[in-house]
């Protein structure tokens, strides 16, 4: 064998290795899995390699590279961003800094209930949940105008163990992006919500298609496997219906 192959090798094996963390004493049983996971984790340690805030950022670039939901130019609503790794590549992939002087500079907005640190090229409300009107308003207003052609929504709530409530609870968050997006939507724009698997969700995928024109359920690679968790992806909005007298 080369050396080249052999340290590829263990680079693989030391990726997917299982890892015991040694500092669990006093840990509850959740967060000791929890930590375990993460330090297992390929995704985990790849984020850190090609400095992206968290894993999460691979789910969003997978589901880019396979249907081009974004591109040079576009306006883009990351919504519940923290710690800000999709806002980090709908900033490139929009080209919202300008770095490429030849391609049109998009625009991308997060926000987040929580306060995170600014992403470069990127518009970033911290501290404000946008489920609520003056957050949407403050989008708005930011956008003078201007159109959306994708929003994305990681948002999650915070769990309460009452599985049933925490369902509720997603499809709720779900709804409000849903509502917000359609308000402003480009022609032919396009939306991504993160779900978790309920008996809601036939019901949210017939409400998306009233607007776009296909609607997909997604599990990324990145997403873990013993997760519930999945993205509806809404392609080409068609507008809103029209009702008859």
């Known amino acids: ?112 209930v ?24 403050k989008i708005r207003s930011i956008l003078a105008g201007k159109q959306i052609n994708c929003v994305l929504s990681d948002m999650a709530p915070n769990a309460t163990g009452v599985r049933l409530l925490d369902q509720e609870n997603i499809t709720r968050f779900c709804y409000s992006v849903l509502k917000f997006a359609v308000s402003m939507a480009a022609a032919n724009s396009n939306l991504v919500v993160k779900v978790w698997d309920n008996a809601e969700v036939p019901k949210l995928e017939a409400d998306m298609l009233r607007f776009y024109d296909n609607v997909k359920r997604i599990k990324p690679r990145s997403s873990r496997s013993n997760s519930s968790e999945f993205f509806l992806l809404g392609r080409g909005f068609k507008g809103t219906e029209k009702t008859g007298n």
Not at 14 to 23: C, E, G, M, Q, Y
Not at 44 to 58: D, G, L, P, T, W
Not at 120 to 136: E, H, K, S, W
């Open 114 to 137: 929580l306060q995170f640190h600014p992403v470069a090229g990127a518009i970033t409300l911290g501290g404000m949940d946008f489920t609520l009107p003056t957050a949407q308003e």
């Open 1 to 112: 064998m080369t050396r080249q192959f052999l340290r590829c090798f263990s680079t693989a094996v030391r990726l997917h290795a299982k890892v015991v963390p040694n500092n669990l004493k006093g840990k509850s049983k959740s967060s000791q899995e929890w930590l375990t996971r993460q330090l297992s984790d390929p995704y985990v340690e790849k984020a850190k390699i090609m400095n992206y805030r968290c894993r999460s950022a691979f789910k969003l670039l997978e589901i880019d590279d396979k249907y081009k939901i974004m591109k040079p130019g576009d306006v883009v609503i990351d919504c519940g961003a923290a710690p800000g790794s999709w806002t980090q590549i709908a900033a490139t992939r929009t080209n919202a800094s300008g770095a490429k002087s030849h391609l049109p500079k998009g625009t991308v907005v997060s926000v987040d």
